[in-house]
């Protein structure tokens, strides 16, 4: 397809201000952030100083802090995924079917994903889970059981709980679409062929969501790799390490210990983790657009 | 097939059902939204009250506090001011993408969209080194710039989108008309894509308005977000819970309004196209 009777207007004037943008904005700090990588550099003894090569690389990895960070980010990650993939599914399937009130439960239902985490955080925190104040705790209390300090006790799989409920609107909406565009024959000649409700599920409509599952665990994964406002106005990071994962890690470094070095070296560490998994949502997304191409 | 009068209860199952968990959902923003409304001396008591006599003192109290309208302008200046300068300069360049495509504009396109995945956190110290020498520490202009990066490769993506849902037909007839480029923009691509540009607008009017790890870490006073704003009350154990709730509304309220007039694009906008 090619334009009839009038010359391409200039990339440079049109596509070019956004590629030069975009290009200073990836380069730049990065760059940045490998040159103090390398460097000794901290604030609370600034004359120290110096090229030292992978020193704070091979620091990171030798401080069990740093593996603590690593496995929380690990745990956080996962179970949120596992947690807003499958509600976000058996949602979805809720959703997808005819009811009255059907948009405005709809509506409802994506609502936690337009909060801000801040707020989402402290109403949890104080309102949900406070174990005197808190809904739970009343909850808890009128069913005979004992009360749960969550934030004491469980302070990691509380974080997960909020988080999750943020995300499993998206993970739902996300599906809804992806069930929006399933033939409807192909439900019709299973349902001929005597298959069941679960038969259904797993033959036809899991298949169907393939695709869009690895999206979402893709994009979401992306997300959750940097995670702050949720532990900075809960538990900071605590009790002890408890909930501190990669992002927190470099925070504390950078601003509570000011050590410059040691935060860009952890800060590399989440680009490269950050960076394997956007291989594959590219993959992902490419792999669409030519399908696209050639479907136009 | 079923016999009717099981499919009308499982009708009926499916509508309460739906509902319920619809409900269950939302819950924490309706709790939130009735704390708000309510005295402090109610806001914090056990059990929860469900009963009280509504007030609107937590919103006053929140009005009065002189900062607030600095928190919420520089909310909407963040969010906002970068979302029209993304507009601005995504709009000619996901024109050029969408209608003179070449060989290397879908690489553009994927380059483009694999800088929104890297780590913010990775970026941190460099960012905020360079924000001290310029002296863009604190003002709510830097957050703007960050914002509009942020939100640069998806504006170009989701525009391309639906620019190329426009039939070409109606261009090249333009163009045989001898409409020229501006034209041509007024009379057919801008009506036409209106309702592409306006989700676009309102996905990164929400994405930057929500962004809590930047303005959290480069703003501080002057520049501060309603999110540094709200997260001030995480150290108010149960003191100040409406007020909490009455600033958390409002600044949550405009936001999720916005979220449910986008709520068919976001899918478009957010999974590059991932998802059909």
Same mark, same amino acid.
């Given at each position: 397809?090619?334009?009839?009777?009038?010359?391409?207007?200039?990339?440079?004037?049109?596509?070019?201000?956004?590629?030069?943008?975009?290009?200073?904005?990836?380069?730049?700090?990065?760059?940045?952030?490998?040159?103090?990588?390398?460097?000794?550099?901290?604030?609370?003894?600034?004359?120290?100083?110096?090229?030292?090569?992978?020193?704070?690389?091979?620091?990171?990895?030798?401080?069990?802090?740093?593996?603590?960070?690593?496995?929380?980010?690990?745990? @956080? +990650?996962?179970?949120?995924?596992?947690?807003?993939? %499958?509600? =976000? $599914? !058996?949602?979805?399937?809720?959703? #997808?079917?005819?009811?009255?009130?059907?948009?405005?439960?709809?509506?409802?239902?994506?609502?936690?994903?337009?909060?801000?985490?801040?707020?989402?955080? @402290? +109403?949890?925190?104080?309102?949900?889970?406070?174990? %005197?104040? =808190? $809904? !739970?705790?009343?909850?808890?209390? #009128?069913?005979?059981?004992?009360?749960?300090?969550?934030?004491?006790?469980?302070?990691?799989?509380?974080?997960?709980?909020?988080?999750?409920?943020?995300?499993?609107?998206?993970?739902?909406?996300?599906?809804?679409?992806?069930?929006?565009?399933?033939?409807?024959?192909?439900?019709?000649?299973?349902?001929?062929?005597?298959?069941?409700?679960?038969?259904?599920?797993?033959?036809?409509?899991?298949?169907?969501?393939?695709?869009?599952?690895?999206?979402?665990?893709?994009?979401?994964?992306?997300?959750?790799?940097?995670?702050?406002?949720?532990?900075?106005?809960?538990?900071?990071?605590?009790?002890?390490?408890?909930?501190?994962?990669?992002?927190?890690?470099?925070?504390?470094?950078?601003?509570?210990?000011?050590?410059?070095?040691?935060?860009?070296?952890?800060?590399?560490?989440?680009?490269?983790?950050?960076?394997?998994?956007?291989?594959?949502?590219?993959?992902?997304?490419?792999?669409?657009?030519?399908?696209?191409?050639?479907?136009? | 097939?079923?016999?009717?009068?099981?499919?009308?209860?499982?009708?009926?199952?499916?509508?309460?059902?739906?509902?319920?968990?619809?409900?269950?959902?939302?819950?924490?923003?309706?709790?939130?939204?009735?704390?708000?409304?309510?005295?402090?001396?109610?806001?914090?008591?056990?059990?929860?009250?469900?009963?009280?006599?509504?007030?609107?003192?937590?919103?006053?109290?929140?009005?009065?506090?002189?900062?607030?309208?600095?928190?919420?302008?520089?909310?909407?200046?963040?969010?906002?001011?970068?979302?029209?300068?993304?507009?601005?300069?995504?709009?000619?360049?996901?024109?050029?993408?969408?209608?003179?495509?070449?060989?290397?504009?879908?690489?553009?396109?994927?380059?483009?969209?694999?800088?929104?995945?890297?780590?913010?956190?990775?970026?941190?110290?460099?960012?905020?080194?360079?924000?001290?020498?310029?002296?863009?520490?604190?003002?709510?202009?830097?957050?703007?710039?960050?914002?509009?990066?942020?939100?640069?490769?998806?504006?170009?993506?989701?525009?391309?989108?639906?620019?190329?849902?426009?039939?070409?037909?109606?261009?090249?007839?333009?163009?045989?008309?001898?409409?020229?480029?501006?034209?041509?923009?007024?009379?057919?691509?801008?009506?036409?894509?209106?309702?592409?540009?306006?989700?676009?607008?309102?996905?990164?009017?929400?994405?930057?308005?929500?962004?809590?790890?930047?303005?959290?870490?480069?703003?501080?006073?002057?520049?501060?977000?309603?999110?540094?704003?709200?997260?001030?009350?995480?150290?108010?154990?149960?003191?100040?819970?409406?007020?909490?709730?009455?600033?958390?509304?409002?600044?949550?309220?405009?936001?999720?309004?916005?979220?449910?007039?986008?709520?068919?694009?976001?899918?478009?906008?957010?999974?590059?196209?991932?998802?059909?």
């Amino acid at each position: 397809m090619t334009p009839v009777g009038s010359s391409r207007p200039s990339w440079w004037l049109l596509t070019g201000p956004s590629v030069i943008l975009l290009l200073i904005w990836m380069i730049g700090p990065l760059a940045g952030a490998l040159y103090f990588s390398f460097v000794r550099k901290n604030l609370m003894n600034p004359r120290l100083s110096g090229f030292v090569w992978f020193d704070n690389y091979i620091n990171l990895l030798l401080d069990p802090v740093f593996w603590t960070s690593i496995l929380n980010t690990l745990v @956080l +990650v996962g179970s949120v995924l596992a947690i807003t993939v %499958v509600a =976000g $599914i !058996l949602l979805a399937l809720l959703m #997808s079917e005819e009811f009255p009130g059907r948009s405005f439960a709809r509506l409802l239902a994506i609502s936690p994903f337009f909060v801000m985490p801040v707020v989402a955080a @402290l +109403v949890w925190k104080n309102m949900l889970m406070h174990p %005197v104040y =808190g $809904i !739970l705790s009343w909850v808890q209390r #009128s069913l005979g059981l004992p009360v749960t300090d969550w934030f004491q006790d469980y302070p990691m799989t509380a974080i997960i709980l909020i988080i999750s409920w943020e995300w499993t609107p998206f993970a739902m909406l996300v599906f809804l679409t992806s069930l929006q565009s399933m033939p409807e024959e192909q439900r019709e000649a299973a349902r001929l062929d005597g298959a069941g409700p679960l038969q259904m599920f797993y033959r036809i409509i899991l298949p169907h969501l393939g695709q869009a599952i690895a999206a979402v665990l893709m994009i979401e994964c992306i997300f959750f790799l940097s995670i702050y406002a949720e532990i900075f106005t809960t538990t900071s990071g605590g009790p002890g390490t408890a909930t501190t994962n990669l992002v927190y890690v470099i925070y504390k470094r950078g601003f509570n210990e000011w050590n410059y070095g040691s935060a860009s070296a952890g800060g590399i560490y989440a680009v490269i983790l950050a960076n394997i998994v956007a291989f594959f949502l590219i993959r992902l997304i490419a792999r669409n657009m030519k399908n696209q191409e050639t479907w136009k | 097939m079923t016999a009717p009068h099981h499919s009308r209860a499982r009708r009926w199952i499916i509508t309460v059902v739906g509902h319920l968990v619809a409900l269950l959902m939302f819950f924490p923003i309706l709790w939130m939204v009735l704390t708000a409304f309510k005295a402090e001396i109610d806001a914090f008591t056990t059990p929860p009250e469900l009963v009280f006599e509504p007030t609107l003192r937590s919103f006053r109290d929140v009005f009065a506090r002189g900062d607030y309208g600095t928190f919420a302008l520089n909310s909407i200046i963040a969010a906002v001011g970068s979302t029209a300068i993304a507009l601005v300069v995504a709009i000619p360049a996901a024109y050029r993408l969408a209608f003179f495509p070449t060989a290397r504009t879908q690489f553009t396109l994927l380059w483009m969209i694999s800088t929104k995945m890297m780590p913010a956190v990775g970026v941190l110290l460099p960012v905020y080194i360079f924000f001290q020498w310029t002296g863009l520490l604190d003002q709510v202009v830097g957050l703007m710039m960050i914002y509009t990066l942020m939100n640069l490769p998806l504006a170009v993506w989701m525009l391309y989108t639906y620019f190329r849902e426009i039939p070409y037909e109606m261009l090249e007839a333009a163009r045989v008309d001898g409409a020229g480029l501006g034209s041509e923009l007024r009379h057919i691509l801008i009506p036409t894509a209106m309702p592409g540009v306006a989700s676009t607008a309102l996905l990164c009017t929400i994405l930057a308005w929500n962004e809590s790890f930047w303005s959290l870490q480069l703003m501080n006073v002057q520049g501060a977000t309603l999110a540094t704003f709200i997260s001030s009350f995480k150290a108010a154990e149960g003191m100040f819970w409406a007020k909490m709730s009455a600033a958390s509304v409002l600044a949550i309220g405009p936001i999720i309004a916005i979220g449910w007039l986008a709520q068919k694009q976001l899918v478009r906008g957010l999974t590059f196209g991932a998802v059909k």
